[in-house]
């Protein structure tokens, strides 16, 4: 029989790596076309997107498909996250009653899974911008460090809605009906520049809106990112990180009462 | 021998509150309107204190919601005691839950390699062991089915058989041994025992007593959250089988409130048309003292108040003494009361008096019962009414099981 100690050091990127890839298989597990159906989703999104805005009420945007695709890619990998992220301590009374099993791992697994799902669609992407003749510059090389941004916020958003929703069971819906609203007012699918001058502060407030057009600053215009704005957003995530972490700590052992 | 576990006073309080609000939008509401329910707080734990050796296996008894898994749940680190302190060291393992991490859709191997590497052990650790966890659930054919298709039993062996193959110094079980039929709790049992055998040490819960006297060094009895009695296993379940005693007296007095009746009705039921009643059983040892426990060997007196309302020429008599698994130990019937007694008044008493007792300490049940000499109906029949405790006289009870109580004796043949 195996002896074990808990060493944390690989007992965690063990337990993380193993259930991301759990988390993948059961995505696609028991569907016969599996992945690609889960590529219709943001293709479907995309031609709605391309459609309405496109032909309908035209925003005049060349190589639009482009445009709104390099965008909308991460805010999915965002939206996805923060929408599962309520009910995951919840959905998992199981796992949170192993005393060894930190509950934080399974924000932790939810963002990865997700990342992995978005760096999967990612040859799309290549493939819509070449169509598009964009130029693929260097400048693409500046990818890691923003997923590093957004994989900190989006962490530090899903341990605040993940404990809160343990106690407020009304917080799932609330982030649903709050990511609807933000992908309006995030330039996914507009120009930021659009936008008059009295507003575009907010803008800079909003640490998704800088990341988003920074992916599309590296994909759609092959230039490189704002720094100013984008050192701002990794400050602001970080910020909300700590905050989350805060009160996750200091939640945790009611939530143990509750579960 | 050091501690590896030492818990001082810990209390634990749960505040209930009548319609909590559990959404944002309720509280909202009732800060708004001032309209609180005020909080109730509830004392699952009052001061235990309790400490674990190195080595020692301590079985923790009580009655349904004594508080015996919120204190596994704290000494295990799921929340934090309202107030006292825990000291624990770091490796232990914890079986509190059967099945956690597996999913409905995944295969039983599948789950089997989450459930290893959940307790700590490397996936290579989980490979090498796979087989003997699978021949242990007894699962071999089933094994790469999704477990949704499993049987409850078929789950909770293999989730048992997964959590028990990892191997910490210490151990705390929460009433999950329960599973299975009873070869494979023997196996548990077994696979335990040599546990304790190998120096572990184990805390557990668990309302199967026999599992208690045989594994445990020492044992706690809870009550409403209080530890009433640490100590030897063997009086330590007596005293649990007072306390259960207690209980259901309570209750009855409870449910039989209005007219004081002299039956106390401990549990079990009456049935009959009442033509002629047993209003009262009574117990009496050999010292003539009311009694319902009796030490194994020793003799009881029955005595049976009657009176029956219209004038009936004869009636049957019917005595039993059932074990509490409902096992017939003794049966004796007096077909005609008429022939044995002569003819009886109308309210009175029989006694029986049954010698010595070759029972073996437990719970059994004396079941009463009157019938017309042609048994063709029932006029009233005391069933599980009256229980009466054996009580072990001391020695080595472990080695004996069953109902009968013999006195073996071994000797080498030349």
Request: proline share 4%; glycine share 6%.
């Amino acid at each position: 029989m195996p002896n074990t100690r808990f060493n944390i050091s690989t007992y965690y990127p063990d337990l993380i790596i193993h259930l991301v890839k759990r988390d993948f298989s059961l995505r696609y597990k028991g569907s016969t076309i599996g992945i690609f159906w889960s590529l219709l989703l943001p293709l479907s999104q995309l031609l709605v997107l391309v459609f309405l805005f496109g032909k309908v009420i035209p925003l005049k945007i060349d190589a639009y498909p482009a445009f709104v695709f390099s965008a909308l890619l991460p805010w999915i990998w965002f939206s996805t996250c923060l929408n599962s992220s309520a009910s995951l301590f919840l959905g998992n009374r199981d796992l949170l009653k192993k005393p060894s099993f930190p509950p934080f791992i399974l924000i932790i697994v939810n963002t990865l899974s997700n990342l992995l799902s978005y760096l999967l669609f990612l040859p799309i992407l290549i493939f819509i911008l070449f169509l598009y003749s964009r130029h693929i510059t260097p400048n693409l090389l500046f990818l890691p460090f923003l997923l590093l941004i957004q994989c900190i916020l989006i962490v530090g958003l899903s341990m605040i809605i993940a404990t809160m929703n343990v106690f407020y069971r009304d917080i799932q819906h609330i982030v649903g009906l709050g990511v609807v609203l933000l992908f309006y007012l995030t330039p996914v699918f507009y120009r930021a520049q659009s936008i008059s001058e009295s507003y575009k502060f907010v803008y800079t407030l909003n640490p998704v809106a800088v990341m988003i057009e920074s992916y599309r600053e590296i994909f759609f215009y092959g230039s490189p990112p704002m720094w100013s704005s984008l050192i701002i957003a990794m400050i602001n995530s970080v910020v909300i990180l700590i905050i989350g972490y805060f009160i996750y700590r200091r939640r945790l052992h009611h939530i143990y009462d509750l579960i | 021998m050091s501690s590896l576990l030492i818990a001082e006073n810990i209390s634990k309080c749960f505040t209930i509150q009548k319609n909590r609000p559990f959404t944002l939008k309720d509280t909202i509401i009732q800060l708004l309107t001032g309209r609180y329910n005020r909080a109730n707080k509830f004392w699952a734990l009052h001061d235990v204190s309790l400490s674990l050796e190195q080595g020692r296996v301590l079985g923790i008894i009580g009655h349904n919601g004594a508080g015996k898994s919120t204190l596994l749940r704290l000494l295990c680190g799921l929340g934090s005691p309202t107030t006292g302190r825990i000291r624990r060291i770091r490796s232990f393992g914890s079986l509190l839950e059967l099945g956690s991490g597996f999913h409905p859709d995944m295969t039983g191997r599948e789950n089997l390699l989450t459930g290893g590497i959940l307790c700590g052990l490397t996936k290579r650790q989980v490979k090498a062991v796979e087989n003997e966890i699978i021949h242990f659930a007894e699962l071999e054919e089933f094994i790469d089915q999704p477990t949704r298709t499993y049987s409850s039993g078929m789950y909770l062996r293999l989730a048992f058989a997964t959590a028990i193959q990892f191997n910490p110094d210490f151990l705390i079980i929460d009433e999950v041994l329960a599973v299975g039929d009873s070869r494979f709790q023997q196996k548990c049992l077994d696979r335990l025992k040599a546990f304790r055998k190998a120096g572990k040490s184990l805390i557990f819960a668990s309302h199967d007593l026999e599992q208690v006297r045989s594994l445990c060094n020492e044992v706690i009895v809870l009550e409403e959250g209080r530890v009433v009695m640490q100590g030897e296993p063997e009086s330590a379940i007596s005293c649990y089988h007072d306390l259960m005693r207690q209980r259901s007296e309570k209750r009855a007095k409870q449910i039989y409130n209005e007219a004081p009746s002299n039956i106390t009705v401990e549990q079990g039921s009456r049935l009959g048309t009442q033509e002629a009643k047993i209003s009262d059983v009574r117990l009496y040892d050999t010292n003539n003292r009311a009694t319902n426990s009796i030490f194994s060997g020793g003799g009881i007196t029955i005595e049976l108040e009657y009176s029956f309302t219209k004038s009936l020429s004869d009636m049957a008599l019917l005595l039993g003494i059932y074990s509490e698994t409902n096992v017939k130990c003794f049966e004796t019937h007096v077909l005609s009361t008429n022939a044995v007694f002569g003819p009886l008044i109308e309210h009175g008493s029989l006694s029986c008096h049954l010698p010595a007792l070759p029972l073996l300490p437990g719970i059994y049940h004396i079941n009463v019962g009157l019938f017309p000499t042609d048994w063709n109906y029932v006029y009233d029949y005391h069933w599980q009414m009256h229980p009466l405790h054996v009580l072990s006289k001391n020695e080595a009870v472990s080695y004996f099981s069953g109902i009968v109580s013999l006195c073996p004796v071994w000797s080498v043949l030349k």
